[in-house]
């Protein structure tokens, strides 16, 4: 029976994860749809045309942004993967540990205090 659980919670998860990008992707296709219309008015390629140009820079940002954002993700992994394997095989584990987990403490309150700089110049202090 937990088996059971496990291989539906498994497809609910690979159904979240692939209903967003397929949306997104017949969204690109339709070129307009009113609100109250349950169906899209048109279904065109336009957009994907347009992007295909090559007059219009968009495929090469496209790229470019891709590569940027795929090196990230590869170091920023790699990265994380080393740290935390650090932390987990060093003798002062309690002190790395509580030291990984300060910038999800700290970010909060620099949050906090950006917000209160615009909280000052709108006169929303001690109201």
């Known amino acids: 029976m ?9 497809i609910v998860l690979a159904i979240l994860c ?9 969204l690109s296709f339709f070129e307009v749809w009113p609100f109250p219309q349950i169906l899209p ?6 957009a994907w045309k347009y992007i295909a140009r090559p007059e219009n820079r968009v495929a090469s ?3 470019t942004s891709l590569i940027i954002a795929l090196s990230v993700a590869g170091i920023s992994t790699l990265l994380g993967f ?5 932390v987990a095989y060093h ?3 309690k002190g790395l540990l509580f030291l990984t987990y300060l910038p ?3 970010s909060p309150v620099i949050f906090a205090v950006c917000l209160k700089f ?6 929303l202090i001690g109201t």
Not at 82 to 86: H, P, Q, R
């Open 104 to 106: 999800f403490v700290l």
């Open 41 to 46: 008015g048109r279904i065109s390629a336009a």
């Open 91 to 93: 003798k002062r584990k």
């Open 118 to 123: 615009y909280f000052i110049k709108l006169g």
């Open 18 to 26: 692939i209903v967003p990008p397929c949306v997104l992707l017949a």
């Open 2 to 10: 937990n088996s059971k659980r496990h291989i539906i919670a498994g």
């Open 61 to 63: 940002a496209l790229l």
């Open 82 to 86: 080393l740290t935390s394997m650090v």
